[in-house]
């Protein structure tokens, strides 16, 4: 492994899940020169094969470690993983010598509402963002003692990774709520090209320049009908329900003030062919 000065290395726990395997994909695309990105599971498919709570020799200097690893479903208990493996997270950095851990949150805090900023008081609907709303908590106590910045990312819909991705792997039909204005579901979303520049151009970013928390989408919410017009999914429509939301959405104020001249696919076609560039280096 190059020395550590050599170039700005991070760490990238969980990539052998789904989201990490498309990050990874979009590396493989994209130039990455100045970065080493460097990989951790359980399993054998990655640069580093490690466990929480293993000893720590094999883990070399970081500049970043970024967090992907995380329950998404399961029993309230099984959903508490988050939280340790938020102190597994810690544990990294504190050995590698990061500046800081970028923690994968989720829009799920914050329950229903648009064009939500960061400091809208969190309202989760689910035992999943309920979940990740406590690892919050954990890391704010973390902030408090640690030499390092602790950000948590709060991550809308990505593109291949999310409830649409069976759908489009599998061309089946999609089942969408179609609201009066005939059009379905509006929800945040980030394409998974996009959200890999993202990262590595969180990490460049001064420590004491990040905020605790930051959402992470592109700017305008996306109509779910039109991103399975673009994978060429069709779609079996029902009348939407008097308690369905059409739209679910992010603010992306601060982060445009973080990143302002960062250029993030938009529309539901972008979107789909990034997805499907990352898709064919699989």
Known sequence: MEPLEDKHRILLTGSNGKLGELLQAAWRIRDTHGFDIITQSRGSDADIQWSPGQPMDG??????????????????QELQDNIKLAWASRALASHSGASQVFHISS????????NMPEGRTPNPMSA???????????????????????????????????????AMLSERALHLDRFS???GPRRS??????????????????????????????????????????ADIPIIWRDAPETALQEVSLSTDLFASILPNFENAVTAKDMITDWQTCRAKL
């Open 59 to 76: 883990i070399p200097p970081c500049h970043s470690i970024i967090s992907l690893w995380g329950r998404t479903s399961g029993s309230e």
């Open 107 to 114: 829009a799920a805090i914050y329950g229903p509402g648009c």
């Open 128 to 166: 999943y963002g309920l979940a990740k709303l406590v690892m919050e908590r954990q890391i704010a106590l973390f902030r408090q003692e640690d030499p390092f910045a602790h950000v948590c990312l709060r991550l809308a819909n990505v593109v291949g990774a999310d409830s649409l991705a069976p």
């Open 181 to 183: 204005d005939g059009k």
């Open 189 to 230: 979303y980030v394409a998974p090209g996009h959200l890999s520049q993202i990262l590595v151009a969180l990490t460049t970013c001064p420590p004491n320049d990040l905020p605790d928390a930051l959402n992470v989408a592109s700017s305008i919410p996306v109509c779910m009908d039109e991103l399975a017009s673009a």
